[in-house]
């Protein structure tokens, strides 16, 4: 069964850091595009960052930019999200997510998401 | 980048057919045929049902339909069953291997 697991969810200060993992099983992790994606209590879904199959090409969005990294460790299967210098905005359910092109994006869009790990950033 | 613009609640009967539009600019929705729509019950994992403006993935039923004119893209659901209600999100490539998503529609089947 194809299935991504988040992890590493909290409770932490503002301008304190976090990292979120995300654990992959029943496809072949190093061949697809990843993306994490959060939706703040109460607001619609957020595109936050990708990843290439190799680890070496990211993007983020400018909410994030220069706060957040995305990276991954194909030979254990997993995502990862460290996120540095955390605001109350960043307050949300975070979703792991993959993007089905074989090594490249056809069509950028998520095809397998998680069921998302909750990060709250208060003082 | 701003969020792409949907109406924030759409409704229609049990059969009936609604339309949820997604608005954005030149640069993301209308500059690319990469439109996906997701549907989400919340507490859930998000799920594709558009991708590429109007793929439907296997298992995603006929009713759902998708299609793009200009800078708006749009998603119909005909034959409106109560499982359809959700929130729907559009997403659109916005170069530079971003995306960007609109800001949900909650659909309620009457």
């Known amino acids: 069964e194809v299935q991504v697991v988040e992890s590493g969810g909290g409770s932490v200060q503002p301008g304190g850091s976090l990292r979120l993992s995300c654990e992959v099983s029943?496809?072949?992790?190093?061949?697809?595009?990843m993306h994490w994606v959060r939706q703040a209590p109460g607001k619609g879904l957020e595109w936050v960052s990708r990843?290439?199959?190799?680890?070496?090409?990211?993007s983020y969005a400018d909410s994030v930019k220069g706060r957040f990294t995305i990276s991954r460790d194909n030979a254990k299967n997993t995502l990862y999200l460290q996120m540095n210098s955390l605001r109350a905005e960043d307050t949300a359910t975070y979703y792991c997510?993959?993007?089905?092109?074989?090594?490249?994006?056809?069509?950028?869009?998520?095809?397998?998401w998680g069921k998302g790990t909750t990060v709250t950033v208060s003082s | 980048q701003s969020a792409l613009t949907q109406p924030r609640s759409v409704s229609g009967s049990l059969g009936q057919s609604v339309t949820i539009s997604c608005t954005g600019t030149?640069?993301?929705?209308?500059?690319?045929?990469?439109v996906s729509w997701y549907q989400h019950h919340p507490g859930k994992a998000p799920k594709v049902m558009i991708y590429?403006?109007?793929k439907r993935p296997s298992g995603v039923p006929d009713r759902f339909s998708g299609s793009k004119s200009g800078n708006t893209a749009s998603l119909t659901i005909s034959g409106l069953q109560t499982e359809d209600e959700a929130d729907y999100y559009c997403?659109?490539?916005?170069?530079?291997?971003?995306?960007?998503f609109g800001g949900g529609t909650n659909l309620t089947v009457l």
């Open positions: 997510a993959r993007d089905p092109g074989i090594y490249y994006s056809d069509f950028f869009y998520m095809d397998v």
């Open positions: 029943g496809f072949t992790f190093s061949g697809f595009w």
């Open positions: 990843l290439n199959t190799d680890g070496s090409d990211t």
């Open positions: 030149n640069s993301d929705v209308g500059g690319y045929n990469y």
């Open positions: 590429a403006v109007s």
């Open positions: 997403c659109s490539y916005a170069g530079s291997y971003t995306l960007l």
